[in-house]
């Protein structure tokens, strides 16, 4: 490709609105343009990365032995009704009207369609396991689209469905895509974790993550620090203490407290370590339990795991928090003044708070709390639970060293569904007793357009991105200097172009008329990995110069050895 | 590929709700399903197809200089209302709202979206000409779907723009993507015919269609007999005949005509030459002339062209035929009754009419009409235009031969749209001495998903499809008889099939238990180029069975020269 055909659109200015280094880069380097919220063109720069993504992703796919398929964008809303997702999707789900008023959604995801299609194909367990994938545009209407192409709402998955006569041929291929998942991000040289998920409202029993390591991520990952141990934050297991409960010291007294409001104002006002200190947390309860709000104590200094308070049968889903005015009418005091001592309410009490003695805790009377309190002899200790997350110096889950936290973007995730959605969709298959049994289920989706945005999240310094060999939008740029000028200049770029374009490298030749300095910013900012910079200087001595843009070194290279040097670089 | 991992869905019975026979073939070989009116879901054999076509034509745009982009499904309104379309269009551009209620369309092309985007990237002239293209999903909400994926509502397009600073660099390379077209097509072994296209309301000089011709074709295309020269009906000229025109014969006389409502019930009832009869039919007159409603006059046997009217001054459009009350008020008779003679409202004369002397005509008086009318001596002859769709045996427009008539599947075309859409919405570059120029425009479509219905109404027999080499699903089948019973069947069909795939050939083996008449009819269905069929008998021999799905011819091949065999086929 000769920049002069082409359309480069490199901004000097970093755009006001783009908060985060990829969404930057990426409209610097001229890869994409927003159209309105949330929804982004893709300039030939950013298309070509895109593409090469979608190919190696395509690649390991079908070496997993999945087929290839293509559904549509729009999807009738019967399906969604059938699974009972018409209802419970937020308005994240695009919800629209044909000219004839047929409802219709814009799919976020394919779950009913291809289920819809499977059931109607597949008849006997002979023609099972089947994984069947498909990279296709979803629509997500986010309240806040932000980050660019990394929370957009119009975007590009590779989503893989596979069917199952029974458990176990589910779990084999969900070990095959979990290893051509790591294949991909390996391939596209990413520093990457699998991380266990939480598999949430949608059930099943194994779910994990793939993320990209970055600073800018909005997940929180807990690694060990002596296993493979790694797991979303939402899901990392805090294990309870093993060290037994201390025997009280103190007596339960009742303390005037008019200006602790906080945790923080109670530990300051009245030198408690905040070890001793417990904070009592109101959410709407399920229909389980005869109550209707229910209490979650946790220690001072830790915070409240939502997805696992979520997935206690007590508690309502989704999580609510009780408003001030339901909490005072029902204990007849506010926040800053709960706690468990005299309480008729059900609490649930963290693992860490069922180990504390002589500890601290509102009274359930305005401006007051109790110190000293100790479980049993002041308050019955109840039902206890992992309600917190993880922090870092936790022991970890697997019984091997103690816990990390990391930043990750989520590219990836594999899911066993289980019979989630083919027993809605009565999704069956006949056995080999002749029997219908339904089938098994498992998904698997990778954001292809996210993994750009995250890749460059890696992969930049300040003079722009820095891409890796695999899906690098050019794997070569020639920068001839003043090329207009000097005949032999133009002659030995031409050459060289044509010879790395018949050695089937990926090049791009900067052929405008442009001062060098500009050129070689441009190419800087757009990350091409590998320049050879053409110039009478360098050529009196029989050299072009290579620079790698990682390492930002420069060579000299011999004229003749140059496109045997691109290549050795390349197979690196 | 192996059938046993691979979703073949074939089906024996051709489905009731498919009238052509591609759509018909596209189900009984598993290419598509039907997820709901005009949305159809990509099973693998189909995808393979699709995206074969799809490669062709991106290394065709890329050669002829074209740079790949993506651009969103979901358009904001504000574009649509720049050019005028938001209102012009009708319901086939599917509007919708977002969880803000901001409007938004599904794209059914992205005219509006590349021109905002060039306009501000590209600020010079230097930076043309520009062409960009993309293979995008779009949505035209069509009132009445059918034929499958040739008129659906969701489906894939190539779409090319390009942008000029003048009209000449607009015409070269309209020429360039007439070349690649041609490329495109001819490498898709398709039966096509570049032909003259009406530009119709968007104006414009040049435009082309490219039709694959088929007897289910929608449109009709004219061919000179002795020429290149082809056009679509719409757009073919009927020339004014060259003979002049005979003088009187006949005195002008009233008849009686009480049961002549049609030129057929006249002609008939009075045994008239159709030729020696003229129509009169009324449409809406548009506000360049002061009548509400003005009469094309046309030979009986002719038929009104519905293009060439609308685009005439004189005439409203879109083109709108007066109701029988309208005529009446103005007229005093009725439809079946109407003629030039008298006449106080304007009327335009087809040339064949021109010429004709002693011919009959409406009175404009219920059940008479005029014989043996004459024009000048009987009516004033007044507006003469080309009204008339062209009949076979016209003389060809090009001045060699006469036109033939032959029905065609429109699967692209290429248009220089000029200023339209860059004027009105302001999309200039600064010029050579330094002052804005409106870009001048071409925008060029192909129907991806569409080209593989027409592809198989042109490659068809009783059995089934017969794919071009090209954009065959697979180039190569397997078909090993009786595989289960006979190690030696299935060595050599593993061997073979690791063979081919080691040439690089895109083969499929299919190893289903299955009866091998069941393997044989499947496959001619789905319509693979070339198969190998690997029998105990043939193999007795040292022989494989070549047969060729076009010809139907079977060949004994030594099986050391299958591999080199096949790929002399695939060569051709």
């Not at 395509?58 to 290839?68: F, H, T």
């Not at 200006?259 to 309860?285: M, S």
């Not at 420069?554 to 496109?563: F, H």
Request: aromatic letters at 6%; glycine letters at 8%.
């Amino acid at each position: 490709m000769r920049t002069s055909k082409y359309l480069l659109s490199t901004l000097k200015e970093t755009p006001n609105d783009a908060e985060i280094v990829s969404h930057q880069l990426m409209l610097r380097a001229g890869m994409i343009r927003k159209l309105a919220s949330g929804l982004y063109t893709w300039l030939p720069t950013g298309l070509r990365v895109l593409r090469k993504v979608e190919n190696i992703i395509r690649e390991e796919m079908n070496k997993a032995g999945a087929v290839e398929t293509l559904m549509p964008v729009v999807q009738p809303s019967e399906l969604w009704q059938e699974t009972g997702r018409w209802d419970k999707f937020g308005p994240e789900l695009l919800r629209i009207a044909d000219r004839h008023d047929r409802p219709f959604v814009l799919g976020p995801t394919h779950e009913e369609v291809i289920t819809d299609m499977v059931r109607n194909e597949v008849k006997s367990y002979k023609q099972l396991p089947l994984s069947l994938y498909q990279i296709q545009t979803k629509f997500r209407d986010e309240v806040r689209p932000r980050f660019g192409v990394m929370r957009s709402r119009e975007f590009i998955m590779k989503d893989a469905y596979s069917f199952h006569i029974d458990r176990e041929s589910l779990e084999a291929t969900y070990q095959d895509m979990h290893t051509a998942y790591c294949n991909i991000f390996n391939r596209m040289g990413l520093d990457f974790r699998p991380v266990l998920a939480d598999s949430g409202a949608i059930g099943g029993s194994g779910s994990q993550e793939f993320h990209v390591l970055a600073e800018s991520g909005e997940d929180l990952i807990a690694f060990s620090t002596d296993s493979d141990y790694a797991a979303n934050i939402e899901k990392a297991e805090a294990l309870a203490p093993t060290t037994p409960r201390a025997e009280p010291t103190q007596a339960m007294t009742l303390v005037d407290t008019p200006d602790a409001k906080t945790i923080a104002q109670l530990v300051e006002q009245f030198d408690l370590p905040i070890e001793q200190t417990i904070k009592t947390l109101y959410v709407k309860a399920s229909e389980h339990i005869e109550a209707p709000i229910i209490a979650l104590l946790l220690r001072g200094d830790h915070e409240l795991n939502e997805v696992k308070a979520e997935n206690l049968p007590e508690v309502a889903a989704p999580l609510t928090f009780a408003t001030e005015e339901e909490i005072r009418e029902l204990i007849g005091a506010g926040p800053g003044s709960l706690g468990p001592v005299g309480l008729k309410l059900p609490f649930i009490t963290d693992h860490a708070v069922a180990v504390m003695s002589d500890f601290a805790a509102g009274a359930n009377i305005d401006d007051k709390h109790y110190f000293g309190i100790n479980w049993g002899r002041d308050v019955e200790l109840g039902q206890v639970a992992d309600l917190r997350n993880v922090v870092e110096g936790d022991p970890s889950p697997c019984g091997q060293g103690t816990l990390l936290l990391k930043r990750g973007i989520e590219v990836g995730h594999i899911f066993q569904l289980g019979t989630n959605y083919s027993e809605s969709m009565k999704a069956s298959v006949l056995g080999p007793d002749g029997k219908s049994v339904t089938m098994e289920m498992g998904c698997y989706g990778i954001g292809c357009t996210r993994v750009v945005a995250a890749s460059i999240e890696q992969n930049h310094d300040q003079n722009g991105i820095i891409w890796p060999n695999a899906i690098a939008p050019f794997e070569v740029v020639i920068v001839p200097m003043n090329m207009h000028k000097s005949e032999r200049v133009q002659e030995a770029a031409e050459k060289l172009y044509a010879d790395l374009q018949a050695q089937g490298i990926d090049v791009l030749f900067d052929d405008r008329k442009e001062r060098p300095g500009v050129m070689l910013s441009d190419m800087e900012l757009i990350g091409i990995p590998h320049m050879v910079i053409i110039g009478d200087r360098s050529m009196d001595e029989g050299n072009f110069e290579y620079k790698n843009r990682r390492s930002g070194e420069k060579t000299p290279v011999p004229m003749s050895d140059v496109v045997a040097h691109l290549q050795a670089q390349l197979a690196q």
